[in-house]
């Protein structure tokens, strides 16, 4: 079974954040950390080259495959904000038609910029997510 190369590391997140070029991206960035360390009570930690996520949880699947993942997080892509919704989008509908300009991946939310969406939707829906995560996996 191949290992996950994606894990949490000892990166520095600031150093991180502090090289993206467009100070837009990297002031949105920083507005995510705000929110998602807020809902989750964790510190941001970086997870492999890009991606900055927070908090823990262990997941197994039916194949035997376990292993540990972030509760959320984002990662400041060429084209977009990729957000990290663990839990999917299927219980979030009616947050979703009232966010803004966004697409959605399976567990993915991918937004140009922060000035598209409406931040208190987008802050609820993160919230719910990680209270979803938190309790599937308590």
């Known amino acids: 079974m191949a290992e996950l190369k ?50 823990h ?17 984002f990662a ?6 990729t957000l990290y919704i663990m839990a999917g989008f299927d219980n979030y509908e009616a947050l979703l038609s009232k966010l803004g300009k966004h697409s959605t991946g399976k567990s993915c939310l991918y937004v140009k910029r922060l000035a598209d969406v409406d931040m208190p939707v987008l802050t609820e829906l993160v919230v719910e997510s990680v209270a979803h995560m ?5």
């Open 76 to 81: 400041p892509r060429k084209q977009n904000l």
């Open 6 to 55: 994606t894990k949490e590391n000892d990166q520095s997140v600031e150093t991180f954040l502090s090289s993206i070029e467009d100070a837009q991206k990297q002031q949105d960035c920083r507005t995510l950390i705000a929110i998602m360390q807020e809902a989750t009570g964790a510190a941001p930690r970086m997870w492999g080259e890009s991606i900055v996520g927070f908090g």
């Open 134 to 138: 938190k309790a599937s996996n308590a």
């Open 57 to 73: 949880y262990h997941y197994k699947y039916a194949s035997g495959r376990e292993g540990d993942w972030f509760l959320t997080g």
